[in-house]
């Protein structure tokens, strides 16, 4: 069946960082083995016919599936991505989640985008009919928590440290979008990234408000080879890019199709005090004014790639949301699906997975022993009301089933 098809998604939370726990040792934190995804996937992948829902973001974890240079153990992709296949749900490929297998070390390492590439190829000539991929998720939040502020991976906070990580997740997802193309020339690429917007809390903030306000297009920017401004291209030279490395994504630019996903949560507006210091702003402008800023920077097609919020607030998140996504589609702008993230509560991301407490999320649309949650009802529901509808108002991309 091809045809235009609005995506209504979901994801299985997959995300593998490491952190240092308190007294110096590093642990591995994996969201799907906090969750029970992996004693329990062919039940998860049964609650998405449940809902209606036939997209999902979803990969395998990339620290255990590399195991060395050109080494892969393949075992659990082959038995979820064969199953998605017979269910008829078309996964949107997540193939690297904050993290990387213990043998590369951490974003740091110069090495990491080349035998990213050699791992996506590898997947790619696996599944050859799959389209969609995210190579890369939320880059500029993988950059920030490992290089900036010094929570994941390499635990390091520094300006250089962030440009460093940065500039080798972009450089990964784009030589993995030229290794996909290789196998699959069909590929859609949607990029899941945090939409952000820093608000000055004073006159005196604003300059630093600007700043952060440039600083947070940076992976996309550099992703879609879109022209840098003085100031940002300043930032990256005096921390450690070469003009050299800038120049390489200006002609590695990838002429695929390519989909801006962005993220939105409660917690992605910022206020800025004039020592520097920012907290989160609550919600003031909202998925559809921010979105609007990102869709007038790069001009592409755009997916709400996840939101959620704690319970008891769910029901009235995913409305508002799905509000904005669909009053951006009237006003033209070329949004082709929306994601309630995740499937399932998810473990301990209330410290951004720092503490490993085993405190419950509860923002799923299942709780953890896979029951419903009320945000799960509403979703249906949405997805009821709005699948046909949605198709006949919309361009989508198109999909030909695998």
Not at 120 to 142: M, V
Not at 202 to 213: H, M, V, W
């Amino acid at each position: 069946m091809s045809g235009y098809k609005f995506m209504f998604a979901t994801g299985i939370e997959n995300s593998y960082p490491t952190i240092r726990l308190p007294d110096g040792k590093i642990k591995r934190v994996d969201e799907m083995a906090k969750t029970g995804h992996y004693a329990h996937w062919e039940t998860d992948f049964g609650l998405l016919k449940e809902l209606g829902i036939e997209f999902l973001r979803y990969g395998p974890p990339y620290f255990s599936t590399h195991t060395a240079p050109g080494q892969f153990d393949w075992a659990f992709t082959d038995a979820t991505f064969n199953k998605l296949k017979i269910m008829g749900i078309t996964p949107i490929v997540d193939l690297c989640h904050f993290g990387v297998p213990d043998w590369l070390g951490n974003f740091q390492n110069p090495e990491f985008p080349f035998f990213f590439a050699e791992y996506a190829r590898a997947f790619a000539l696996r599944f050859p009919d799959l389209q969609l991929y995210t190579p890369i998720n939320e880059i500029f939040i993988a950059a920030m928590f490992s290089g900036q502020y010094g929570w994941w991976n390499e635990c390091m906070q520094s300006d250089y440290a962030f440009v460093t990580a940065l500039k080798h997740l972009c450089k990964a997802n784009v030589l993995a979008m030229h290794a996909i193309l290789q196998v699959q020339p069909d590929a859609t690429f949607i990029q899941s990234e945090s939409s952000e917007y820093f608000h000055a809390n004073d006159p005196a903030a604003a300059p630093l408000a600007r700043f952060l306000n440039q600083k947070r297009f940076l992976s996309l920017d550099l992703t879609y080879g879109y022209p840098l401004n003085v100031a940002m291209y300043e930032f990256l030279l005096q921390n450690g890019m070469t003009k050299k490395e800038y120049n390489w994504f200006i002609e590695n630019q990838v002429k695929a199709r390519c989909v801006m996903g962005n993220d939105y949560y409660v917690t992605n507006e910022h206020l800025v005090h004039p020592d520097g210091s920012t907290q989160a702003a609550g919600e003031i402008f909202g998925y559809y004014v921010i979105t609007q800023q990102y869709y007038r920077r790069y001009k592409l097609p755009i997916m709400h790639t996840e939101t959620n919020i704690k319970m008891p607030a769910c029901r009235e998140w995913l409305i508002k949301q799905w509000a904005n996504v669909h009053r951006l589609k009237h006003d033209g702008v070329p949004v082709i699906g929306f994601t309630w993230y995740s499937l399932l509560h998810q473990v301990d991301w209330d410290s951004a997975l720092r503490n490993d407490a085993g405190n419950i999320n509860e923002l799923g649309l299942y709780d953890l022993n896979r029951k419903i949650m009320p945000v799960g009802e509403a979703y249906r529901k949405l997805i009821e009301q709005w699948k046909d509808i949605i198709s006949e108002e919309s361009f989508g991309l198109i999909f030909h089933h695998w």
